[in-house]
Nanobody, 126 residues
Framework: QVQLVESGGGSVQTGGSLRLSCAAS????????MAWFRQLPGKEREVVAS????????FYADSVKGRFTISQDNAEYTVALQMNNLKPEDTAMYYC???????????????????WGQGTQVTVSS
């Protein structure tokens, strides 16, 4: 059974940095898409960044390009999201998600992510 455990998050001021981590257990292959989504109350969940374990191919939402970096440690099945130059509009609940995927194209969020973490709150004050 796959489980995702998130850590990190918290409150910072505009321009600050935070690092989120997600540890996955239960996978036996490196062909795994791992992603971070975020959601504000009453709004749809949106993908922030994703990474495919087989070759490290990454994707970033336009709103976070140049500020956020997603990275992975395949040996430990962990993925991190380093968030720099945070803005108030980055405030949201952040969720780690994962799914086994034979091709990197399947990391696209239009293909359902099967496993989700419990979420961690990120609050950026102005």
């Amino acid at each position: 059974q796959v489980q995702l455990v998130e850590s990190g998050g918290g409150s910072v001021q505009t321009g600050g940095s935070l690092r989120l981590s997600c540890a996955a257990s239960g996978y036996t292959t490196s062909s795994v898409c791992m992603a971070w989504f975020r959601q504000l109350p009453g709004k749809e969940r949106e993908v922030v960044a994703s990474i495919w374990g087989s070759d490290g191919l990454t994707f970033y939402a336009d709103s976070v390009k140049g500020r956020f970096t997603i990275s992975q440690d395949n040996a430990e099945y962990t993925v991190a999201l380093q968030m720099n130059n945070l803005k108030p509009e980055d405030t949201a609940m952040y969720y780690c998600a994962a799914k086994a995927a034979q091709w990197s194209q399947l990391c696209d969020p239009k293909y359902e992510y099967k496993h989700w973490g419990q979420g961690t709150q990120v609050t950026v004050s102005s």
